[in-house]
């Protein structure tokens, strides 16, 4: 007769071990209904709680090995070593092949280049940013592998983030309370990615920088200007813009995004009607006075030229003929209400004076020549994000 061999105490070491990293894994990942589950405080605390759980189940794991397992007949002893095998791959799997900071590295090689040495072709989109005369563009191909970019412009330290679950970009300033924080990309809740900064251990969403739990939750990172549009276009504007060079590191990485700033992905409900409003549908997004207001991207191609109101806020949304590089501007200029349309020449006019504008904001030609419309701050995202995010948006489609 064979003694008691316990093995509740083993299946519970395996538990410890196996069950935390695995539920983690998948809440933190794109798989299958993770996604919209509302689960980011559960993940944050899963956490803090692995590592300690993992000691637990290795402890009892080793107790059972010295007191009970050879006990065991053969065959229960193929079975544990087998089923032992089987966590060690989990582990694998968990702690490093699905690990958001494994798989999406940060460069530590941050190299710019003039628009002259520059390797970057023009037709490429980029996320642009200015400050204290110093210009600087970010290659969406390259800043959608990384997710983000911790780096400096004109003497202040910027955090450039990209998510390519929900097709967004923003730019944060990574200074928390007077300290300068790092941070590391944890996961995706929601199809929006998720970073930590490394001093309060808070987690913040990358579309809205709103701390969602730990420390600081409510808190808001401080969002600062930039535009999206293509190199080129950017160039137009700033011919002197210092331009991020990829990192022959992560050349694979890069030819995995290669076209995602061109496609626009088609899902089952968008086949036979092309009109169709689906998750993956692209938008431009704006904030007016806390009012969001998201415009459907395929209509704006077709309409090129919107004039619009949000919260008084008079507001011209321009798409340009190359369909990638838009435009969101105040169309209340000093005092007075402008309404635009385009010329024959694809440049922008205003019925109240007849004078001609740039995509950039700037009157060329006419009695309001030197004048400049007020950027506004505009977003593309995909719809399942901007609707997630921003519950009380307004839709435009025409």
């Known amino acids: 007769m064979i003694n008691n061999t316990r093995p509740y105490i083993f299946w519970i070491g395996i538990l410890l071990l196996l069950m935390p990293g695995l539920i983690h ?31 637990l189940g290795a402890a009892l794991m080793l107790w059972y090995f010295v007191a009970y397992f050879r006990r065991n007949t053969l065959t229960a002893r193929i079975v544990k070593l087998v089923v032992m095998l089987i966590c060690l791959g989990s582990y694998y799997y968990t702690d490093y092949t699905y690990k958001a900071e494994i798989m999406f590295k940060e460069t530590q090689k941050v190299n710019f280049a003039n628009a002259i040495k520059s390797r970057v072709p023009h037709s490429y989109l980029v996320i642009g940013v200015v400050h204290n005369g110093v210009a600087k563009a970010y290659p969406i191909i390259y800043l959608g592998y990384h997710h983000k970019m911790q780096d400096n412009i004109g003497n202040k330290a910027i955090m450039v983030t990209y998510c390519t679950m929900c097709r967004t970009g923003r730019v944060y300033d990574p200074v928390i309370n007077g300290v300068k924080q790092s941070f590391r990309l944890v996961g995706a809740r929601h199809y929006n990615a998720i970073i930590e900064d490394v001093g309060t251990k808070t987690w913040w969403y990358q579309s809205t920088g709103y701390a969602a739990v730990g420390p600081m939750k409510g808190a808001h990172l401080a969002e600062i200007p930039y535009e999206q549009l293509t190199l080129g276009g950017w160039l137009e504007k700033y011919p002197g813009s210092l331009i991020l ?18 496609l626009q992905a088609i899902d089952r409900d968008s086949i036979e009607n092309k009109d169709t409003l689906y998750k993956k549908s692209w938008m431009i997004g704006v904030i007016i006075s806390g009012q969001p207001k998201a415009y459907d991207w395929r209509a704006m191609v077709k309409k090129r030229v919107l004039n619009d109101k949000i919260n008084n806020t008079n507001l011209i949304v321009g798409m340009q003929k190359d369909s990638m590089n838009y435009h969101v501007y105040n169309a209340t200029l000093n005092g007075r209400q402008m309404h635009f349309s385009l010329t024959p020449a ?30 506004i701050q505009a977003y593309q995202e995909y719809w399942r994000s901007w609707k997630q995010f921003h519950p009380n948006t307004l839709f435009w489609k025409d």
Do not use: H
Request: net charge negative.
């Open 245 to 262: 060079q990829p990192d022959n590191l992560f050349t694979n990485d890069y030819l995995d995004l290669n076209n995602y700033d061109r």
């Open 25 to 55: 894994a998948y809440l933190l990942m794109p798989f299958p209904g993770s996604q919209d589950i509302n689960a980011i405080t559960l993940c944050y605390y899963l956490e803090k709680i692995i590592l300690p759980l993992r000691i």
């Open 346 to 375: 694809d440049m922008l006019t205003d019925a109240e004076t007849s004078s001609i504008w740039d995509w950039s904001g700037n009157c060329v030609a006419g009695s309001q020549k030197g004048q400049k419309l007020g950027k």
